[in-house]
């Protein structure tokens, strides 16, 4: 059982390496998107809200362009979520080869 045992913590060793390296990737990417996209959709905020403020939108096209913003605002934490979940998958492989 020790043998067999020994052998799947052997095989888990490349798969830390490429989880590792994918979580490095994406908290790298995430770092750079998070800054555009929170710009990107602040831009339309504003754009949504001065267009809104000045007659040159109607209320449901403002609507309609707040939610795209909003959308925009949201994607780069939908992939920290994404990335804290290949961190748990990671952590927990660690663990079945400490163990």
Do not use: C, H
Not at 19 to 40: A, D, P
Not at 50 to 60: E, R, S
């Amino acid at each position: 059982m020790a043998l067999i045992r020994m052998l799947f913590k052997l095989l888990a060793l490349p798969l830390i390496v490429a989880v590792t390296i994918i979580q490095w990737v994406g908290i790298f990417l995430t770092g750079f998107s998070e800054i555009i996209f929170n710009l990107f959709a602040g831009l339309i905020f504003l754009i949504t809200l001065i267009g809104f403020a000045l007659g040159v939108t109607a209320g449901i096209e403002a609507l309609k362009m707040l939610t795209v913003g909003f959308v925009i605002f949201i994607i780069p934490y939908i992939a920290e979520w994404l990335i804290v979940r290949v961190a748990t998958l990671n952590y927990g492989l660690r663990d079945f080869i400490k163990s």
